[in-house]
């Protein structure tokens, strides 16, 4: 029986393996890390000028975890899995016994959602770039995607293509970047699970799951972000990551503009891809050789919305603008803030907007000179 994989057209990159030349000719970047002979490789890549110019992008964590809004958008894990004793408290005070986490799904309605609102926001801030969580951990997707029946925010809830509306409103209404996250693995996804249990010798949730929906988002929404998240200890090889990127990079819709991240398997992150983020929050405090990017959130303890945040737990404007010029590494960085934080119902958090078109004054017109956007670091050599 044919893998989903094997059913796929081939692309420009099938070529006679054994003809170097040829190779290079019709696939100028080839499923592999690194080939230290070929010039080639998916890591000689260069990022596409626009993302030079992007100093400033906004993260937008939203998910089916907005209906409890406790704690973190890791609450099914944190509730399910680890049993920690607030989650489980506030599931007792709240909801009936055998209440399911697959339960908060019809409750995900974002019946005020307006798409239009979010882009205005978005453009008042100054961002450059907007990457939306097409999926997270939980596996509930934003889309309706084929791969996910019944778990989707078309089937379910919103009944609406949440990632269309948002980048129509975006591409319409703004000049940003439209880019979606995208979760390699979901918590307690069975096929997952069996094929971790397999030590990930079996691609069962790979390359029916995981693999197309990515296939599906860029076909469908052409992103020129692509930030790929949780590996779960598989290998690149397991998600077949340089397949995939040497297509995106090759073939796709978006393969002259796309950007993408580096954590594409264990041992990628910080190492392979495009641009680095090396770990949640992550400031190295000089420059580094290879683009960078700090992502990190308003709240300092959540990438989403929760309720039961304190005013003393989200930074300040002042801790906004020093995490960027503190060490003086603002031109080689992109300061990728989690400022829209949703309820269930989709009114954009007073508090972040706020902060968010409060950090475009300050930024932009305090700060940077127009020049700064287009700036490039000079990395002396060693």
Same mark, same amino acid.
């Given at each position: 029986?044919?893998?989903?994989?094997?059913? !796929?057209?081939?692309?420009?990159?099938?070529?006679?393996?054994?003809? /170097?030349?040829?190779? $290079?000719?019709?696939?100028?970047?080839?499923?592999?890390? %690194?080939?230290?002979?070929?010039?080639?490789?998916?890591?000689?890549?260069?990022?596409? *000028?626009?993302?030079? =110019?992007?100093?400033?992008?906004?993260? $937008?964590?939203?998910?089916?975890?907005?209906?409890? +809004?406790?704690?973190?958008?890791?609450?099914?894990?944190?509730?399910?899995?680890?049993?920690?004793?607030?989650?489980?408290?506030?599931?007792?005070?709240?909801?009936?016994?055998?209440?399911?986490?697959?339960?908060?799904?019809?409750?995900?309605?974002?019946?005020?959602?307006?798409?239009?609102?979010?882009?205005?926001? %978005?453009?008042? +801030?100054?961002?450059?770039?907007?990457?939306?969580?097409?999926?997270?951990?939980?596996?509930?997707?934003?889309?309706?995607?084929?791969?996910?029946?019944?778990?989707?925010?078309?089937?379910?809830?919103?009944?609406?293509? %949440?990632?269309?509306?948002?980048?129509?409103?975006?591409?319409?209404? *703004?000049?940003?970047?439209?880019?979606?996250?995208?979760?390699?693995?979901?918590?307690?996804?069975? /096929?997952?699970?069996?094929?971790?249990?397999?030590?990930?010798?079996?691609?069962?949730?790979?390359?029916?799951?995981?693999?197309?929906?990515?296939?599906?988002?860029?076909?469908?929404?052409?992103? =020129?972000?692509?930030?790929?998240?949780?590996?779960?200890?598989?290998?690149?090889?397991?998600?077949?990551?340089?397949?995939?990127?040497?297509?995106?990079?090759?073939?796709?819709?978006?393969?002259?503009?796309?950007?993408?991240?580096?954590?594409?398997?264990?041992?990628?992150?910080?190492?392979?891809?495009?641009?680095?983020?090396?770990?949640?929050?992550?400031?190295?405090?000089?420059?580094?050789?290879?683009?960078?990017?700090?992502?990190?959130?308003?709240?300092?303890?959540?990438?989403?919305?929760?309720?039961?945040?304190?005013?003393?737990?989200?930074?300040?404007?002042?801790?906004?603008?020093?995490?960027?010029?503190?060490?003086?590494?603002?031109?080689?960085?992109?300061?990728?803030?989690?400022? $829209?934080?949703?309820?269930?119902?989709?009114?954009?958090?007073?508090?972040?907007? =706020?902060?968010?078109?409060?950090?475009?004054?300050?930024?932009?017109?305090?700060?940077?000179?127009? !020049?700064?956007?287009?700036? !490039?670091?000079?990395?002396?050599?060693?």
């Amino acid at each position: 029986m044919q893998s989903w994989e094997d059913k !796929q057209p081939r692309n420009s990159c099938n070529c006679p393996a054994h003809l /170097l030349p040829v190779w $290079i000719k019709c696939c100028p970047y080839m499923a592999t890390w %690194l080939l230290l002979t070929l010039p080639a490789e998916i890591y000689a890549r260069p990022l596409p *000028t626009w993302f030079d =110019e992007a100093k400033f992008g906004v993260f $937008i964590h939203w998910g089916v975890f907005a209906v409890p +809004s406790f704690g973190s958008e890791w609450f099914w894990w944190y509730w399910q899995k680890e049993k920690r004793e607030p989650y489980v408290k506030f599931m007792k005070a709240n909801y009936p016994p055998g209440f399911s986490y697959e339960d908060f799904g019809p409750l995900f309605t974002a019946e005020f959602f307006d798409p239009n609102q979010w882009a205005d926001i %978005l453009k008042a +801030s100054g961002a450059k770039y907007v990457v939306l969580t097409s999926k997270h951990h939980e596996g509930f997707t934003l889309w309706g995607s084929k791969y996910s029946w019944n778990w989707n925010a078309v089937d379910v809830g919103p009944k609406r293509d %949440l990632v269309a509306e948002l980048e129509t409103s975006v591409r319409n209404r *703004t000049d940003l970047r439209f880019g979606l996250y995208h979760s390699l693995f979901e918590w307690f996804n069975p /096929l997952f699970l069996e094929d971790a249990t397999n030590v990930f010798k079996t691609r069962k949730f790979s390359t029916s799951k995981s693999l197309p929906e990515l296939y599906e988002i860029v076909t469908k929404y052409q992103p =020129e972000i692509v930030w790929s998240d949780g590996d779960e200890n598989a290998p690149d090889t397991y998600w077949n990551s340089t397949g995939f990127l040497a297509w995106l990079y090759n073939d796709s819709p978006v393969r002259d503009t796309v950007v993408t991240n580096d954590r594409w398997g264990v041992g990628s992150i910080c190492k392979h891809g495009g641009f680095y983020t090396c770990s949640d929050r992550y400031n190295p405090g000089h420059l580094l050789p290879h683009k960078w990017e700090n992502c990190m959130t308003i709240d300092k303890r959540s990438w989403g919305y929760r309720r039961n945040a304190n005013l003393e737990d989200y930074l300040t404007i002042e801790d906004l603008v020093k995490v960027q010029w503190d060490k003086g590494n603002v031109f080689n960085s992109w300061l990728y803030i989690n400022f $829209i934080e949703n309820t269930v119902r989709n009114v954009i958090y007073n508090l972040s907007s =706020e902060e968010l078109v409060l950090i475009h004054s300050v930024v932009y017109f305090q700060l940077f000179v127009p !020049q700064t956007l287009e700036s !490039q670091p000079v990395i002396s050599g060693g």
